[in-house]
T-cell receptor, first 114, second 116 residues
Framework: AQSVTQPDIHITVSEGASLELRCNYS??????LFWYVQSPGQGLQLLLK??????LVQGIKGFEAEFKRSQSSFNLRKPSVHWSDAAEYFC????????????FGSGTRLLVRP | GAGVSQSPSNKVTEKGKDVELRCDPI?????LYWYRQSLGQGLEFLIY????????KSGLPSDRFSAERTGGSVSTLTIQRTQQEDSAVYLC??????????????FGDGTRLSIL
């Protein structure tokens, strides 16, 4: 069965520092992968997506992610974090059945130190 | 343009009461999903609509939960005889059809349901 693991429950970084959030997936074929961000009291906002092709994908707000098949990973990165990036981040994979519903990781809460 | 709209944003009700949660998807989006976000369970799929039909209801936790969609647009999630474990944020998402899984889902801000 498809699954997603986000091993870090929370991460704290200083403003201006670089960021990497980890995501590992379980799926035999090429997965469809997404990163979403959720600010308090808000819904989920799509940051970026990977379907095929170039393994480095660019998203909104300066985020990027790299798909590595050999490591079953899809880690999210940002070179310089801003205080407004503090939020919860979810990695998700599409369940390849008739509904194409999303299977989410448990999320990583990002705290940004001033 | 307008995004996915959910109402109410917050709902507090007593145990045993029925509640209705509403979702207005993005215009033209044929696929609609309901998810539940709770502390213990994370984000879980509840039900999927394509047009007005629901080919996948596999995530509904019990027969107290039901949902419908009319006119290929608005959807209502109904919880009967609410229990405290129903307390969660209920999120609705829509997409331009499934596109073989390639169409991203766009989420509303959710309804925070609290059962007293």
């Amino acid at each position: 069965a498809q699954s997603v693991t986000q091993p870090d429950i929370h991460i704290t970084v200083s403003e201006g520092a670089s960021l990497e959030l980890r995501c590992n997936y379980s799926y035999g074929a090429t997965p469809y992968l997404f990163w979403y961000v959720q600010s308090p009291g808000q819904g989920l906002q799509l940051l970026l997506k990977y379907f095929s092709g170039d393994t480095l994908v660019q998203g909104i707000k300066g985020f990027e992610a790299e798909f590595k098949r050999s490591q079953s990973s899809f880690n999210l990165r940002k070179p310089s974090v801003h205080w407004s990036d503090a939020a919860e981040y979810f990695c998700a994979v599409v369940r390849m059945d008739s509904s194409y519903k999303l299977i989410f990781g448990s999320g990583t809460r990002l705290l940004v130190r001033p | 343009g307008a995004g996915v709209s959910q109402s109410p944003s917050n709902k507090v009700t007593e145990k045993g009461k029925d509640v209705e949660l509403r979702c207005d998807p993005i215009s033209g989006h044929t696929a609609l999903y309901w998810y539940r976000q709770s502390l213990g369970q994370g984000l879980e799929f509840l039900i999927y609509f394509q047009g007005n039909s629901a080919p996948d209801k596999s995530g509904l936790p019990s027969d107290r939960f039901s949902a419908e969609r009319t006119g290929g647009s608005v959807s209502t999630l109904t919880i009967q005889r609410t229990q405290q474990e129903d307390s969660a944020v209920y999120l609705c998402a829509s997409s331009l059809g499934t596109g073989g899984g390639g169409q991203p889902q766009h989420f509303g801000d959710g309804t925070r349901l609290s059962i007293l």
